[in-house]
């Protein structure tokens, strides 16, 4: 994961937490992280799109189901 992240992304980064928390009703500083946690690595994987974080914010990445050995 980079370290930095362009004016651009952090506005984008900050907006989605923010609206995330609003709809949660909660704002306090584990949420925040949480959430921000939660989107950071898709911004970094080149994820813009505000709807998408926002859902991956509130939602969390679906998981993905490896197949059982037999």
Same mark, same amino acid.
């Given at each position: 994961? +980079?370290n930095?992240f362009d004016?651009?992304?952090?506005?984008? *980064?900050?907006?989605?937490v923010?609206?995330?928390? *609003? +709809? *949660?009703?909660?704002?306090?500083?584990?949420? +925040?992280a949480?959430?921000?946690? +939660?989107?950071?690595?898709?911004?970094?994987?080149?994820?813009?799109?505000?709807a998408?974080?926002?859902?991956?914010?509130?939602?969390?990445?679906?998981?993905?189901?490896?197949?059982?050995?037999?």
């Amino acid at each position: 994961m +980079r370290n930095s992240f362009d004016p651009q992304e952090m506005a984008l *980064l900050v907006e989605v937490v923010d609206q995330a928390c *609003l +709809r *949660l009703g909660n704002s306090d500083d584990s949420t +925040r992280a949480v959430i921000a946690a +939660r989107i950071l690595g898709h911004v970094d994987e080149g994820k813009r799109d505000f709807a998408t974080l926002l859902s991956l914010a509130l939602y969390g990445a679906p998981r993905r189901t490896e197949p059982h050995a037999a």
